[in-house]
């Protein structure tokens, strides 16, 4: 099969991101077979990334925590300013404590104290156990609580429990401090403990970002690499609530401290991040999916956002569920996939985001993990799954940002695509019969130089929740098999009694193991290898066509 392969310069500057260089080929390959380079596979923008590109699926859990202060002024230019004393840091996290919870926190007056002795239990703590009562009534020796097919820890470098995915803190509080004399008793033989792998496939896999621990017990077909991923989703999750710098003061101040008693309130934010991660592709691959939107329409939207701007705005977004709409971002300033799915996950938590218009701080620890930007959060209707979120850096700027809402649903009405809005978000998912290949049942297709991926609604024989969670369990396989450190594949055909699968992952330099594009392909178990081969090239086509619908080709900039 010929391809047009085209060379391009390098993109990458000094931030780490990349952003387009003035020698950027804009032209497309005509042929949408898998010898596509980087830049040029179906969904790629054609006016740069939206987001911070990384180099392959491992730059997407490496850490950054601490770097921001590294940075030269050139570099944090549009970053939320950092805290500049203990006062400003508790007045931001008091404000999120209350749209979390209902309850201010003041987190000066409680380590002041803790250290006196006087602490007494507080209506976070009563408000929490009301929260969590569901999950504290499982008990943690019985069976049940054992056959979870993955449980989470976390925990401080002091052994002092944190989170439990099932059953509460207090009774898993010996169990927890088991888990840190692992990781302190091989820190002492100048080690570090990373997995442990038992019987019945079990895997115990351990992440240390100071001062937490981190800890999953999984019986699944996810690798370790994976599930270290999502470990760290845990810790981005507890960063973009406390900010990294926030974080260590506490535990500078009081290495003991129990970080429950601030986190108050956040357990359904956690919990409802893992249930994400066990049913969204999105956090498998590491990149983004878009509602599909005829490309006029969207195009008219974000021109809307484009022109509804502030000053202080750094990010406006328009999505819908777990799908991008529209993204308009400060010139220079790139998100990154993991802020853009905390920031998801937030939304879709609390049902108390529809009620009015939210002003809440929150950190985006992959933009700057220091300090807090601050986000406006509104429905654009009662009756429409529109949610907008205005990104902005001045703490008092809320009037301004709301006044931009306001307009931005005005140009929407002018331009005449409100009710195309509502025509889409009645279809959020599109069939792969639309494909027009028989056998296909389900794919997974990334584009790796937008970030963005594309899959349809999975429909029959997945259709119970067993099914549809075995699925991604095979996908998960054969994407840890394509990541393997030691080992990563580009080509997998795998045959099982239910379905046959194949993954491609197109490699184009060897020193990083990027890719063009990943694509996951389920189809017929009674489908020949041949046949699933031809069906990538017509799947490559078809998404070649579509791709105005299912992707964001011309990213706008303030």
């Known amino acids: 099969m010929a391809?047009?392969?085209?060379?391009?310069?390098?993109?990458?500057?000094?931030?780490?991101?990349?952003?387009?260089?003035?020698?950027?080929?804009?032209?497309?390959?005509?042929?949408?077979?898998?010898?596509?380079?980087?830049?040029?596979?179906?969904?790629?923008?054609?006016?740069?990334?939206?987001?911070?590109?990384?180099?392959?699926?491992?730059?997407?859990?490496?850490?950054?925590?601490?770097?921001?202060?590294?940075?030269?002024?050139?570099?944090?230019?549009?970053?939320?300013?950092?805290?500049?004393?203990?006062?400003?840091?508790?007045?931001d996290f008091s404000e999120l404590s209350t749209q979390l919870t209902g309850m201010a926190l003041d987190l000066e007056e409680e380590m002041r104290q803790s250290k006196e002795g006087k602490l007494e239990p507080s209506p976070q703590t009563t408000r929490r156990d009301s929260v969590l009562s569901g999950k504290e009534e499982e008990d943690v020796t019985m069976d049940a609580w054992r056959m979870h097919r993955k449980h989470v820890f976390v925990l401080s470098e002091a052994g002092k429990p944190v989170y439990s995915r099932y059953g509460s803190e207090e009774a898993l509080s010996s169990t927890m401090g088991v888990m840190m004399a692992l990781v302190s008793f091989l820190e002492a033989e100048k080690n570090a403990i990373r997995s442990i792998h038992a019987a019945d496939g079990y895997k115990v896999v351990f992440v240390r970002r100071s001062p937490l621990v981190l800890v999953a017990v999984a019986r699944t077909r996810q690798s370790e690499q994976e599930i270290a991923h999502e470990l760290l989703y845990i810790y981005y999750q507890i960063l973009s609530l406390l900010t990294w710098t926030q974080l260590n003061h506490i535990f500078q101040q009081k290495q003991n401290y129990d970080l429950r008693r601030l986190l108050a309130g956040s357990e359904r934010i956690t919990d409802n991040l893992l249930d994400l991660m066990a049913h969204d592709p999105s956090f498998l691959m590491g990149a983004v999916r878009c509602l599909p939107l005829a490309a006029s329409v969207r195009d008219a939207v974000s021109t809307s956002l484009q022109q509804a701007k502030a000053k202080s705005l750094v990010f406006s977004i328009l999505l819908s569920g777990n799908q991008l709409v529209s993204l308009v971002r400060k010139k220079d300033q790139f998100l990154h996939p993991i802020d853009l799915h905390l920031l998801f996950n937030l939304i879709s938590s609390s049902s108390s985001f529809r009620e009015g218009e939210a002003w809440t701080p929150i950190c985006l620890p992959k933009f700057n993990s220091s300090g807090f930007f601050h986000a406006h959060i509104s429905y654009l209707e009662q009756e429409m799954d529109l949610c907008l979120l205005l990104v902005s850096t001045d703490r008092e700027d809320f009037f301004t940002v709301s006044d931009c809402k306001r307009r931005f649903q005005e140009r929407l009405r002018r331009r005449g695509v409100h009710h195309a809005l509502q025509e889409a978000l009645r279809t959020p998912f599109y069939s792969v019969a639309q494909v027009g290949i028989p056998d296909l049942r389900h794919f997974i297709y990334k584009s790796k130089s937008s970030g963005l991926f594309t899959s349809p609604e999975i429909e029959a024989p997945y259709v119970r929740e067993e099914e549809k969670e075995r699925l991604l369990g095979l996908y998960q396989y054969l994407h840890s098999r394509a990541h393997n450190s030691s080992r990563p594949l580009k080509n997998i055909y795998f045959t099982g009694p239910h379905e046959n699968l194949l993954a491609w992952v197109r490699a184009i330099c060897r020193v990083w193991v990027t890719s063009a594009f990943e694509l996951y392909i389920c189809y017929s178990p009674l489908g020949t290898k041949a046949g699933a081969i031809s069906a990538v090239n017509k799947l490559m086509k078809w998404i070649r066509k579509e791709e105005d619908r299912l992707f964001i080709l011309t990213p706008q900039t303030y």
């Not at 991101?17 to 898998?34: K, V, Y």
């Not at 950054?64 to 570099?75: H, V, W, Y």
């Open 3 to 91: 391809a047009d392969v085209h060379k391009k310069k390098g993109w990458e500057v000094p931030n780490g991101s990349l952003a387009p260089g003035d020698g950027q080929h804009t032209e497309r390959s005509e042929s949408p077979t898998p010898g596509l380079a980087q830049g040029t596979e179906p969904g790629a923008g054609q006016e740069g990334a939206m987001f911070v590109h990384t180099r392959s699926y491992e730059d997407l859990t490496s850490p950054e925590d601490g770097a921001a202060a590294a940075r030269s002024p050139e570099e944090r230019r549009g970053e939320p300013a950092e805290p500049t004393s203990m006062e400003q840091i508790s007045k």
